[in-house]
């Protein structure tokens, strides 16, 4: 039997290429987003209701990651796997002239909804029957990042969120991340649009990420392939982290 997964922020970039690596290998998916035309479309490009189902709202809403659960539950009878991908990043300057309700919610979206989600899917299905978890961190997480400081401190709490969630639940479910640097997406298009050659430069496999490349990693760690990864982080940078800075 085909396996379910949720995957948050799901409509376009990292979120809809770990959708499609999840279809094309015969799962069914749950996506999410804040927009009810852009879920329209990337459920027909996924290949329709009979495989995807699109639920609109806003992740840190516990009522709309209420309803998630039971439409999920309600469809297709079980969620095997949860892909925690969404995440904000407002601001841009340094920590010290951060406005504390920005750094709120970058926490909230990025970390507490994120609990909140496994919280859910671990009492509808995954207590009673397993499964597996990835959630998305950033190469951020991993040291200093001018301008976005708060938003790596929240992926950095998002790495030992999966750490502590990993050993807490093992061994019925697996947790894992994925830590990509800049990906070409809408999202972290203000790291590179108007200077990618520039930013390339940085890269030693001389080009930024793809969605797919995290996609399809993200669906690895889902698989039975990844059967004994547990509480791993998977950088994925093109060897950014092989030099000196996140820059």
Excluded at 158 to 173: D, F, G, K, N, R
């Amino acid at each position: 039997m085909s396996k379910v997964a949720i995957v948050t922020g799901a409509s376009r970039g990292i979120g809809f290429a770990a959708a499609q690596a999840l279809v094309a290998r015969g799962d069914r998916v749950v996506i999410t987003g804040r927009d009810t035309a852009s879920l329209d479309e990337a459920v027909a490009a996924l290949g329709g209701p009979e495989v995807a189902l699109g639920v609109a709202g806003k992740s840190h809403d516990s009522a709309h990651r209420a309803e998630t659960v039971e439409r999920a539950m309600a469809a297709f009878g079980r969620i095997d796997h949860l892909v925690n991908n969404v995440g904000t990043n407002p601001v841009f300057g340094q920590m010290v002239d951060l406005d504390l309700d920005a750094a709120r919610k970058i926490l909230d979206i990025n970390v507490v909804s994120t609990l909140g989600w496994v919280q859910l899917v671990h009492r509808a299905w995954q207590a009673e029957h397993g499964g597996a978890i990835v959630n998305v961190s950033s190469v951020s997480a991993l040291g200093p990042a001018p301008g976005i400081g708060m938003y790596g401190a929240s992926k950095a709490a998002l790495i030992q969120l999966t750490q502590q969630l990993a050993h807490e639940l093992a061994p019925s479910v697996r947790v894992n991340a994925v830590a990509p640097a800049v990906v070409r997406t809408k999202f972290a298009e203000a790291l590179f649009a108007g200077h990618e050659e520039q930013v390339v430069k940085s890269y030693p496999l001389g080009r930024l990420g793809e969605p797919q490349d995290v996609g399809g990693t993200i669906a690895f760690l889902l698989s039975d392939q990844a059967a004994w990864i547990t509480g791993q982080t998977i950088v994925l940078d093109g060897g950014l982290m092989l030099g000196a800075g996140l820059a």
